[in-house]
């Protein structure tokens, strides 16, 4: 089974900056994209940025320019580097990766348990 582990959340206040890292452990045959989702307390769970093996990122519109997402194949860990936080930013963040488990098997999507960011003065 594959298992995701973020860390990094936590209390910054506004305009500070945050790293938030995700591991994946497991078996598996291929880890194609990994990416970062949040989910703020009464609104859906939204994209914030994925990239993909090849390291292509795409970014929601409200965090261009202030989150850089990387990730290291070697290692099966994504990262969130947030600058320039401000209340919006505030809610559970998700990491996200999408692989097979084995060459001919499906597409499956896998889920961390969420850390916590909160963006308060």
């Known amino acids: 089974q594959v298992q995701l582990v973020e860390s990094g959340g936590g209390l910054v206040q506004p305009g500070g900056s945050l790293r938030l890292s995700c591991a994946a452990s497991g078996t598996f045959f291929i880890m194609y994209s990994m990416g970062w989702y949040r989910q703020a307390p009464g609104k859906q769970r939204e994209l914030v940025a994925t990239?993909?093996?090849?390291?292509?990122?795409d970014y929601a519109d409200s965090v261009k320019g202030r989150f850089t997402i990387s990730r290291d194949n070697a290692n099966n860990t994504v990262y969130l580097q947030m600058y320039s936080l401000n209340a919006e930013d505030t809610a559970v963040y998700y990491c996200?990766?999408?692989?097979?488990?084995?060459?001919?098997?499906?597409?499956?999507?896998?889920w961390g348990q969420g850390t916590q960011v909160t963006v308060s003065s």
């Open positions: 990239i993909t093996r090849g390291g292509s990122t």
């Open positions: 996200n990766t999408r692989l097979k488990l084995r060459r001919l098997g499906a597409l499956g999507d896998y």
